[in-house]
């Protein structure tokens, strides 16, 4: 096998998770499912292969520990300061393979890198269970549940299937009462570091291979319903109907309209239309529909306006209106020394001068999102092709890979220098990470 501390590993780990589909046809990978089981099992083994000590949490999410000194030891044991690496595992249907994965497999392969390096903190590495939230519509479920932000109302919410959370925790092998247990401590932690694929055209815009991380947009997530009448189409003139799915289109044009005014992005992703046959009037028309904007005050702004125009159309044209919130996330503020630090690495990476360092915002969400609860963040961006991502196409170069590998390991490093207390013998061990550039604020592809 190809050395674990290189890019070729890296890239090759990436095309081996594809292999761990539902679909024989695309790339999909959803929480609690046979196919999460598996990507677990072959995650772990190359923890274990990068000197890691292994362990599947309370919510499935897997992780891998060594100890300050190097050891392999097991996750989340206490009594030493904690920097946690990781990204998720979980997929988007017909996925690319490096949302996610990437971050993960980096983080193995940094781990590997540094096996025998003491640092002044132990390095534990994450795959989170669930951060898409393409199962059960609440996105971040594993690092929720990591970050101690579990919510008992989430258990009854169910799948395509009509399997609930709850019912699929045991299926899996979990126990619904121990969630509680995946909660890491606070005061245990160093910090978490993601590296992740863009989902935007910046970096290659640019020419640059890295940047980091400055703001992750926080987003809010709605089912919008619309309830008309279904009636026969040939019998049913159009001053008599009250058609969900054209009062429906209305709507979403005019989400986009007033995203595009205020600035934010607004997606619909999904629409349902009841009873779904070619001879019968739309009765019912629900609609998914996700909000991000650079600040939550202006995303907040642009939610009451859309519900204005909700109710506004639905009473020109006879419908009824109703929404449901079924997700919200504040925006998160990397730390300013974990900034410094990943800012650091990549200038030692790319031999960029601190002031060519690129500051990125983030519109897409990631588990940094909920880690904040517990402990600082901080993230790498690695260009991707076209700024694809959520597709097949999804592509990164392995050359870029090779340069996020050195930089995530020199971001470790910067951070060990800060955290190891000034002593006489190691006066190299105390230079300053490379101050971060004035952040660029930009939109890229949406998670």
Same mark, same amino acid.
């Given at each position: 096998?190809?050395?674990?501390?290189?890019?070729?590993?890296?890239?090759?780990?990436? !095309?081996?998770?594809? $292999?761990?589909?539902?679909? &024989?046809? +695309? /790339? #999909?990978? *959803?929480?609690? %499912?046979? =196919?999460?089981?598996?990507?677990?099992?072959?995650?772990?083994?190359?923890?274990?292969?990068?000197?890691?000590?292994?362990?599947?949490?309370?919510?499935?999410?897997?992780?891998?520990?060594?100890?300050?000194?190097?050891?392999?030891?097991?996750?989340?044991?206490?009594?030493?300061?904690?920097?946690?690496?990781?990204?998720?595992?979980?997929?988007?249907?017909?996925?690319?393979?490096?949302?996610?994965?990437?971050?993960?497999?980096?983080?193995?392969?940094? !781990?590997?890198?540094? $096996?025998?390096?003491?640092? &002044?903190? +132990? /390095? #534990?590495? *994450?795959?989170? %269970?669930? =951060?898409?939230?393409?199962?059960?519509?609440?996105?971040?479920?594993?690092?929720?549940?990591?970050?101690?932000?579990?919510?008992?109302?989430?258990?009854?919410?169910?799948?395509?299937?009509?399997?609930?959370?709850?019912?699929?925790?045991?299926?899996?092998?979990?126990?619904?009462?121990?969630?509680?247990?995946?909660?890491?401590?606070?005061?245990?932690?160093?910090?978490?570091?993601?590296?992740?694929?863009?989902?935007?055209?910046?970096?290659?815009?640019?020419?640059?291979?890295?940047?980091?991380?400055?703001?992750?947009?926080?987003?809010?997530?709605?089912?919008?319903?619309?309830?008309?009448?279904?009636?026969?189409?040939?019998?049913?003139?159009?001053?008599?109907?009250?058609?969900?799915?054209?009062?429906?289109?209305?709507?979403?044009?005019?989400?986009?309209?007033?995203?595009?005014?205020?600035?934010?992005?607004?997606?619909?992703?999904?629409?349902?239309?009841?009873?779904?046959?070619?001879?019968?009037?739309?009765?019912?028309?629900?609609?998914?529909?996700?909000?991000?904007?650079?600040?939550?005050?202006?995303?907040?702004?642009?939610?009451?306006?859309?519900?204005?125009?909700?109710?506004?159309?639905?009473?020109?044209?006879?419908?009824?209106?109703?929404?449901?919130?079924?997700?919200?996330?504040?925006?998160?503020?990397?730390?300013?020394?974990?900034?410094?630090?990943?800012?650091?690495?990549?200038?030692?990476?790319?031999?960029?001068?601190?002031?060519?360092?690129?500051?990125?915002?983030?519109?897409?969400?990631?588990?940094?999102?909920?880690?904040?609860?517990?402990?600082?963040?901080?993230?790498?961006?690695?260009?991707?092709?076209?700024?694809?991502?959520?597709?097949?196409?999804?592509?990164?170069?392995?050359?870029?890979?090779?340069?996020?590998?050195?930089?995530?390991?020199?971001?470790?490093?910067?951070?060990?220098?800060?955290?190891?207390?000034?002593?006489?013998?190691?006066?190299?061990?105390?230079?300053?990470?490379?101050?971060?550039?004035?952040?660029?604020?930009?939109?890229?592809?949406?998670?």
């Amino acid at each position: 096998m190809t050395d674990i501390g290189t890019a070729a590993w890296v890239m090759a780990r990436c !095309a081996d998770l594809t $292999r761990h589909s539902s679909r &024989p046809d +695309a /790339l #999909e990978r *959803v929480y609690l %499912s046979p =196919e999460h089981s598996a990507a677990n099992t072959a995650v772990r083994a190359w923890m274990l292969d990068a000197g890691l000590d292994t362990e599947t949490d309370a919510a499935g999410n897997i992780w891998g520990r060594r100890s300050a000194d190097g050891a392999p030891q097991r996750p989340a044991t206490p009594g030493e300061p904690t920097l946690v690496l990781g990204s998720h595992l979980d997929t988007v249907p017909d996925a690319g393979r490096y949302d996610g994965m990437l971050g993960v497999v980096l983080a193995i392969a940094v !781990a590997h890198r540094l $096996r025998e390096v003491a640092l &002044p903190f +132990a /390095l #534990e590495v *994450v795959g989170f %269970s669930d =951060e898409e939230g393409t199962r059960f519509g609440k996105a971040l479920l594993g690092s929720c549940a990591a970050s101690g932000q579990w919510d008992p109302a989430w258990w009854d919410q169910a799948d395509a299937d009509g399997v609930t959370l709850r019912e699929a925790f045991a299926r899996f092998g979990l126990a619904p009462d121990r969630v509680g247990d995946a909660a890491r401590d606070p005061a245990d932690l160093v910090g978490y570091l993601e590296a992740h694929i863009e989902q935007g055209p910046v970096l290659e815009a640019r020419n640059l291979p890295l940047g980091y991380v400055t703001t992750i947009a926080g987003a809010r997530r709605f089912v919008l319903t619309v309830t008309g009448e279904a009636r026969h189409a040939g019998g049913t003139p159009f001053a008599r109907r009250r058609d969900a799915l054209v009062a429906a289109s209305h709507l979403v044009t005019r989400i986009e309209e007033l995203a595009i005014a205020a600035d934010c992005l607004a997606t619909v992703g999904d629409i349902h239309v009841q009873p779904g046959a070619v001879n019968v009037i739309p009765g019912r028309a629900e609609l998914t529909l996700d909000l991000r904007g650079r600040t939550d005050a202006g995303r907040d702004a642009l939610w009451e306006q859309i519900a204005a125009a909700g109710r506004g159309i639905a009473a020109e044209r006879g419908v009824a209106f109703e929404f449901a919130e079924t997700h919200r996330a504040p925006s998160t503020a990397c730390a300013d020394r974990l900034k410094a630090a990943v800012a650091d690495g990549i200038g030692e990476a790319t031999g960029a001068a601190p002031g060519d360092v690129l500051g990125l915002w983030s519109p897409a969400g990631h588990d940094g999102m909920a880690m904040d609860a517990v402990t600082d963040v901080g993230m790498l961006f690695v260009r991707c092709r076209d700024g694809i991502s959520h597709h097949p196409d999804e592509h990164v170069e392995p050359e870029d890979v090779g340069v996020a590998l050195d930089a995530f390991t020199a971001a470790v490093l910067a951070l060990a220098r800060e955290h190891r207390p000034a002593g006489p013998a190691e006066p190299s061990a105390l230079v300053e990470p490379a101050a971060p550039v004035e952040p660029v604020e930009t939109l890229g592809e949406v998670r």
